[in-house]
C-alpha cells in the first residue's frame, strides 16, 4: 500500500506565500508523475500543477508565474510553493501521484486546506 501525505497548509493574507509538500510512502518501486489539484467550495476539482520523473511541468493557466512545482525523487516528495496568493486560491489541495508498486495505481492525500484572506 502507498500512503500521501500533505502539509503546509494554512492561513495566509492575500499576496502572501506558501509551500506544500506532499511525501509519498510504503510500497513504492517508482513514482511517475506527480501533481497538485485543488477543489474550492462548490467546485469542481482542478489541476493545479503536475511535475514527471524527468522534471517536465505544466500548470493550470491561473497560476502560471505565481506557483512553482518540484520534487525529490529520492525522497518520495513532491513540493508546491505558492507566492502572491489571492483569495481564489482558497481550496483543500490535493496530492496526487502515479505510484509503479506491486502495480501501477494512481493515489491521492487527503488534503491540506489553503485559506487567503483579502
Known amino acids: 500500500q502507498v500512503q500521501l501525505v500533505e502539509s503546509g497548509g494554512g492561513l495566509v493574507q492575500a499576496g502572501g506565500s506558501l509551500r506544500l509538500s506532499c511525501a509519498a510512502s510504503?510500497?513504492?518501486?517508482?513514482?511517475?508523475?506527480m501533481g497538485w489539484y485543488r477543489q474550492a467550495p462548490g467546485k469542481q476539482r482542478e489541476l493545479v500543477a503536475a511535475?514527471?520523473?524527468?522534471?517536465?511541468?505544466n500548470y493550470a493557466d491561473s497560476v502560471k508565474g505565481r506557483f512553482t512545482i518540484s520534487r525529490d525523487n529520492a525522497k518520495n516528495t513532491v513540493y508546491l510553493q505558492m507566492n502572491s496568493l489571492k483569495p481564489e486560491d482558497t481550496a483543500v489541495y490535493y496530492c496526487?501521484?502515479?505510484?509503479?508498486?506491486?502495480?501501477?495505481?494512481?493515489?491521492w492525500g487527503k488534503g491540506t486546506l489553503v485559506t487567503v484572506s483579502s
Open positions: 496526487n501521484a502515479d505510484v509503479l508498486g506491486v502495480v501501477m495505481m494512481d493515489y
Open positions: 510504503g510500497s513504492i518501486f517508482s513514482i511517475n508523475a
Open positions: 511535475i514527471t520523473s524527468g522534471g517536465s511541468t
